[in-house]
């Protein structure tokens, strides 16, 4: 079993930053690729980030040039560094692990609020 705790979501301005974490417990030595996916009010859950084990990384068209998202496999954690935020990326914002077995856990989610 793998659990995810996001934390840092929070109400920000147009134009702010934030910062989520997502902090990783369990079997996670079994866990290959982490990412950031977004639903708003009235929309399908949506990508926003991906990373590999080995750092590769993936953006959604949406936010890229924005966001950046890191991993720290020493302290099971991955990051999404939100930069110029804009009122579109209001959201509830969720982990994402899949373990090499093909296991897949999501976090509770955190909210992201940006103001106009």
């Known amino acids: 079993q793998v659990q995810l705790v996001e934390s840092g979501g929070g109400l920000v301005q147009a134009g702010g930053s934030l910062r989520l974490s997502c902090a990783a417990s369990?079997?996670?030595?079994?866990?290959?690729?982490m990412s950031w996916h977004r639903q708003a009010p009235g929309k399908q859950r949506e990508l926003v980030a991906s990373?590999?084990?080995?750092?590769?990384?993936n953006y959604a068209d949406s936010v890229k040039g924005r966001f950046t998202i890191s991993r720290d496999n020493a302290k099971n954690t991955v990051y999404l560094q939100m930069n110029s935020l804009k009122p579109e990326d209001t959201a509830v914002y969720y982990c994402?692990?899949?373990?090499?077995?093909?296991?897949?856990?999501w976090g509770q989610g955190t909210q992201v609020t940006v103001s106009s």
């Open positions: 990373v590999t084990r080995g750092g590769t990384t």
């Open positions: 994402y692990a899949a373990t090499v077995n093909g296991l897949q856990y």
């Open positions: 369990g079997i996670i030595f079994r866990i290959n690729g």
